[in-house]
């Protein structure tokens, strides 16, 4: 009897301890529910923990990236990444990339300076909407310049469940996707970097359900994979198969053995 190992990528939300492994960030996490402080992932290079005003409120729900738990907070519960850290490590780049799991919590938009997802313009920029009263949305991650005014790719629908929004920026180009459909670009020529004041942060008037950042623009195969599947960043738990020896000296499968629960979408055996 011997054992093979075999691993495959995680295509669901994980809600046991894990680790990122795929695009080297600098900072991710996921919610930590009912707690005013978030620390990063291990695997984050950035190991300095956000914060939040207040505790967020348990949010289940189902989307495009499966069932999902995470953090719903209200207008000033905002989390807050660590933006002078992230925005040196831009600065020595040249570059920066966001990914958000999140969802818009209400279809009727919001007309004043808020968004619902991230806030990571840079100073100067105009308000950002997530969406506005019209359902669009008006952002412009990473840059002073608001590049996304109103215009949505066959996403409409999608922001009120839980999606993935990825930001690319370096000097003269940015760029905005909802599940891999391009929103908007811009063509600033501006090192990117995100506000340390109230245009930074998560989670207001929304959902967030994982976030990281990186210190370089993301691959158009990365953003496609990721767009699909979100939850591949995290090291897959290993599957355990017990096989028996075969007579011409070889292995063949005999039976799996389960040697514990099922958790998330990746089983254990």
Known sequence: MATLITQTPWTRQPQVPVRVVKGDPLWAFLPIVSSTSYVPLIGSRIRTAATASAAPSVNIANGLVGPVLGMTVSTGSIIIPPVTTLNSAFAATGAASLIVVGKSQGSAGHASGTTPIFKTQSAGSSFNHYPFTDGNI???PFSTVRYLNGTLSGATAGIYTPHVAIATAKSGSQAFYINGILQ????????????????????????????????RVLTASEISSFSSNPWQIFAPLPRRIWVGAAAAGGFTAVNRRSLGARVGSRSVY
């Open 184 to 215: 908007g670009s811009g063509s600033a020529a501006e090192t990117p970097s995100i506000d340390t004041g109230s245009n930074s942060g998560f989670g207001e008037f929304g959902s967030v359900y994982f976030a990281a950042f990186f210190d």
């Open 138 to 140: 008006y952002v412009g």
